[in-house]
């Protein structure tokens, strides 16, 4: 049994205007010691699935249906207090903006110690050691005068450290990641990855890395899901979806870096943008913006417009498409039809 | 933090200077000194060489540097109608509002941070609902006419009640209510004398009946505005990434809410609740007069009614300075609550 599972978890959130879908029937698992990516546009449902993973997310949003499996129990009708001895203990998360997650009147040493207290019993002198010992692990100069400074004496990368080193306070078994270099410095990003990355293979910390920067996930994950609209579209081995990307999102957003644009030429991009969750398009959420609704000879697929996808299974990667179901089932009767012909 | 007080001092004294301007020229400009001071029948001549005795044909710079190195000593001259330096009029006057002002001020704080925190926490329970609408409700009524609902309510009595008798809750109102001549609602009544001029109310049970009338109606001003500040406060905290990595660390909600969260929104609210506790002061003279308690604002009103020009102009610097002072301490407590701010003056 993994030591994270998701099984078809349904995420809504209740507004005036109606409900609105914001995440649907996603599943994936998490080993321990494993990184798994989540990639996507902004808007497609990836920080809604990190929050809901701790039960985090904000009202009027809710779990509407599926389960979240933490080593063996069930996160999702945990009660709140017994929810709160996981989170930041077992499963802790980074956030995005540094300069925002840090509360501005609360020195790093509380900040930190508090942490600790809420999930053991120890003395003020232990929790002091071990918060400066993660200071440590994370390269921060001078540790014990840190621990008595406030944020806004930090810069944006030192703060992001400390925030790792929160994440690793407890030892936990799996940390989430929220776009954790988006709001940093450039040269500081890989910095900052790669202290991250160290630290989780150095304790055999499982990560889920939520980002739009395929860069890193290539680098980084060993599995991703790409996520479109609330749904997971594309997941498999991160190798095999950047090499040969299924999905025409996919596709597009390999084709959108710009190291694949021809030098001189305007970048490519994928054409229109990630629909209003609240008014999703009929059929594939993508088709509006796809270049494969037409088969190859020019004739429409009925399907793209008016059935939503299953996945297929194409190599170790599912896929959530029409035209590629369509490919497999041509590829597969071709072959029956060979061996029919030649026995 | 000494370096702080210097700085914070200097600007007090600019203020100072400035209100005393204003002052002296309303002491410049209203009324006939002389006439106040001999009536009708002293002859013109007299009237003259008295004028020039008292300086008041020096040019208006001369004057005010003699009425600025007095006020500097605390000297503002004699009192019309008291016939006694003014200083001393407004000393006798001063403890009743400051007591007053404390009350209020009291309830004001330890209503508004519980229930605005409540409000904030549970904005769809009922009874945050009702705080809402009752403070829309103190925030339009203006003092005087809470303070007169208020008398006929507690101190007068009404025939008429809309509590029904039969129950325990409501014949609890009632009598509440419609009791005769139940809360006192004029003066002060005997405060206990403590150094001085001062005299206390707070000492006696009886001086504490008399304080609750007044302080209530005073409060009723500035407590909705308290409650709804710092309710929105709250809940834009709330929404922070802060408060949601707090909740991720696996902190108890009472921390988040009680520490987290109620310190940052302390700092907007102590910065608009140092100018309010001034103003609160004003307001006095409102409450004062409706329910004739004998402080400064009572003492003011007074004055202008009889032209008592060196009381008013006493009364303006008083405030002003009370004005100034509230405000450096409000400026060092923010200091002390708000890390990035240093008290030390020198540039972060």
Redesign the interface.
């Known amino acids: 049994m993994a030591l994270l599972e998701v099984n078809h978890l349904d995420v809504r959130f209740a507004l005036r205007l109606g409900e609105v879908h914001a995440l649907r029937d996603v599943n994936f698992t998490l080993e321990r010691g494993e990184r798994l990516g989540i990639v996507g546009e902004s808007g497609a449902g990836k920080s809604v699935a990190a929050f809901s993973l701790l039960n985090l997310i904000a009202k009027p949003g809710f779990i509407a249906g599926g389960e979240v499996r933490f080593d063996g129990k069930q996160l999702n009708s945990m009660s709140e207090r017994a929810l709160r001895k996981v989170r930041g203990n077992r499963i802790s998360m980074i956030f995005q903006d540094p300069m925002m997650t840090l509360n501005p009147v609360l020195s790093i040493g509380e900040q930190m110690l508090e942490c600790l207290k809420a999930h053991r019993r120890i003395s003020s002198k232990e929790a002091r050691a071990i918060a400066l010992d993660k200071l440590r692990q994370v390269q921060i100069p001078s540790p014990e005068t840190r621990l008595d400074q406030y944020p806004h004496e930090l810069s944006g990368g030192m703060r992001q450290r400390i925030i790792i080193a929160i994440a690793l306070l407890l030892d936990p078994d799996i940390i989430i990641a929220d776009e954790p270099t988006t709001a940093l410095d450039v040269t500081i990003q890989a910095e900052i990855m790669a202290l991250l990355l160290e630290l989780c293979e150095k304790y055999n910390v499982g990560l889920i890395l939520i980002t739009h920067d395929l860069g890193v996930v290539s680098q980084v994950t060993q599995r991703m899901l790409v996520m479109y609209a609330g749904r997971v579209i594309e997941q498999g081995p991160t190798r095999e979806i950047i090499n040969d990307p299924q999905h025409p999102y996919t596709q597009g957003l390999i084709n959108a870096l710009p190291q694949m644009a021809t030098p001189g030429e305007k970048l490519n991009q994928i054409r229109g943008s990630m629909p209003s969750l609240s008014n999703l398009p009929s059929g594939c959420a993508f088709h509006p913006r796809c270049d494969f609704i037409k088969r190859a000879d020019g004739t429409q697929r009925p399907a793209c417009t008016q059935q939503v996808p299953e996945f297929v299974t194409s190599g170790n990667c599912k896929v959530a498409c029409h035209m590629v179901a369509e490919l497999l089932d041509k590829e597969a009767n071709d072959e029956a039809r060979l061996k029919e012909t030649n026995p | 933090m000494i370096a702080f007080l210097v700085k914070r001092l200097f600007h007090a004294l600019l203020v100072m200077f400035v209100i005393s301007i204003i002052a002296f020229a309303i002491q410049d400009n209203l009324g006939d000194p002389i006439q106040q001071m001999v009536g009708q029948s002293v002859p013109e001549s007299e009237r003259a060489e008295l004028r020039e005795e008292l300086g008041l044909n020096d040019p208006f710079l001369v004057q005010y540097a003699r009425f600025a190195i007095n006020a500097a000593q605390f000297d503002f001259g004699y009192s019309y109608v008291f016939n006694q330096p003014t200083t001393e009029v407004i000393a006798r006057h001063l403890p009743a509002t400051l007591e007053l002002v404390a009350a209020a001020t009291f309830l004001i704080i330890t209503l508004s941070v519980p229930i605005g925190v409540y409000s904030a926490i549970k904005p769809r329970a009922w009874l945050s609902r009702f705080f809402m609408g009752i403070s829309i409700v103190g925030i339009s009524i203006p003092v005087f006419l809470t303070a007169i609902m208020l008398i006929q309510l507690f101190a007068i009595g009404v025939s008429w009640t809309p509590f029904p008798v039969d129950t325990a809750w409501g014949s609890w109102l009632n009598d509440l209510i419609s009791t005769e001549g139940g809360m006192p609602a004029y003066g002060r009544g005997n405060p206990v004398p403590v150094f001085g001029t001062w005299e206390t109310n707070f000492a006696s049970l009886e001086g504490l009946t008399y304080l609750v009338l007044p302080a209530v109606s005073l409060a009723s001003i500035m407590l909705p505005l308290f409650i709804r500040l710092i309710r929105a406060e709250m809940l834009e905290v709330m929404?922070?990434?802060?408060v949601?990595?707090?909740?991720?660390?696996?902190?108890?909600?009472r921390?988040i809410y009680f520490?987290?969260a109620l310190?940052?929104t302390m700092?907007p609210v102590i910065t608009v609740g140092g100018v309010q506790i001034g103003t609160l002061v004003a307001y006095t003279i409102l409450t004062e007069t409706v329910f004739q308690w004998p402080g400064m604002g009572l003492m003011f009103l007074d004055a202008i009614e009889r032209s008592d020009i060196p009381l008013i102009v006493t009364y303006l610097m008083i405030v002003g300075l009370i004005f100034v002072i509230t405000n450096t301490i409000v400026d060092l407590i923010y200091g002390l609550?708000?890390?990035?701010v240093k008290l030390t003056g020198k540039p972060?």
Do not use: C, E, W
């Open positions: 929404q922070s990434d802060y949601k990595f707090a909740r991720a660390k696996g902190i108890s909600m921390r520490l987290h310190k940052n700092l609550v708000n890390p990035t972060a």
